[in-house]
């Protein structure tokens, strides 16, 4: 498809949006590579600025590209997906199984009191120690997200010793620390960024981020870790797998499992 086909029953604006999509591919564009004009784009497959925008617009909802005001559309840079699923994996072994690069930023590796909060999402006593971990998680050296988490104290001894910098915290507690996780729970809600978060993430106070909250709990139902984790709204997406039954009921899935 080399123009616009104007016997096709497909609308402008979508022959258009597979005409630079088929660009893009052709041309070996990157994240951050600067596409062609509205102008040009208007003159080159000879439609209005109406049919260029609309489909323009379309493709900067689907995350493929970026329209800055002033300066011209760019490449989006590619999102990093969180598949709330049937396996319970982390971030680090997410980002692993897509060829990419993370390292995480270990900001506070302390052990502190449980307050009300963390007691009860972790059924413990108001007060007991436990070990609280906040990372910046840096994706092929751009910030993707900051995650506070908090275990019991006796679920993984020594914890505070270890360096978490390049190793999966949950290969780490199965693999030393003997804990078997089982299953989880998890939750996704759409947030601006504080300061202080914004701050970390390289983005502006207000900003979009997605915050994922969750807890993890081993073979013998008890609630290992719990963290918040918030996540650049423009780097990040969260993917979900549903499945229907043949009479026609959605299948109920067991609690939850994830990825980051």
Do not use: C
């Not at 004009?37 to 493709?59: I, K, M, N």
């Not at 120690?129 to 994706?139: A, N, T």
């Not at 729970?185 to 947030?191: G, I, L, Q």
């Amino acid at each position: 498809m080399w123009g616009i086909d104007r016997t096709s029953p497909l609308p402008f604006y979508h022959q258009l949006k597979q005409l630079i999509l088929a660009d893009i591919k052709d041309r070996g564009l990157a994240p951050g590579d600067r596409l062609r004009g509205d102008h040009e784009l208007s003159a080159r497959y000879d439609v209005s600025r109406t049919v260029v925008r609309q489909a323009l617009s379309e493709l900067e909802t689907e995350g493929v590209l970026e329209r800055v005001k002033g300066r011209g559309t760019y490449l989006a840079p590619q999102r990093t997906s969180e598949r709330l699923v049937q396996s319970l994996t982390g971030l680090y072994e997410d980002v692993a199984a897509r060829g990419s690069h993370l390292r995480s930023e270990v900001r506070r590796l302390e052990v502190v009191p449980a307050d009300e909060q963390v007691a009860s999402e972790l059924r413990i006593a108001v007060g007991a120690s436990v070990v609280l971990i906040e990372r910046l998680r840096f994706v092929d050296d751009e910030p993707w997200a900051l995650v506070i988490g908090q275990l019991p104290v006796d679920v993984a001894p020594g914890l505070t010793e270890e360096d978490l910098t390049h190793q999966s915290l949950y290969a780490l507690l199965e693999q030393k620390y003997g804990v078997v996780l089982q299953h989880g729970t998890r939750s996704v809600e759409a947030s601006v960024a504080s300061g202080e978060v914004a701050a970390s993430l390289g983005i502006d106070e207000g900003d979009a981020v997605l915050v994922l909250r969750s807890t993890v709990y081993d073979d013998d139902e008890r609630p290992v870790e719990m963290f918040v984790a918030y996540h650049r709204g423009d780097r990040s997406r969260f993917e979900v797998d549903l499945t229907r039954n043949a009479d026609g009921r959605s299948e109920r899935q067991p609690l939850m499992r994830i990825t980051v």
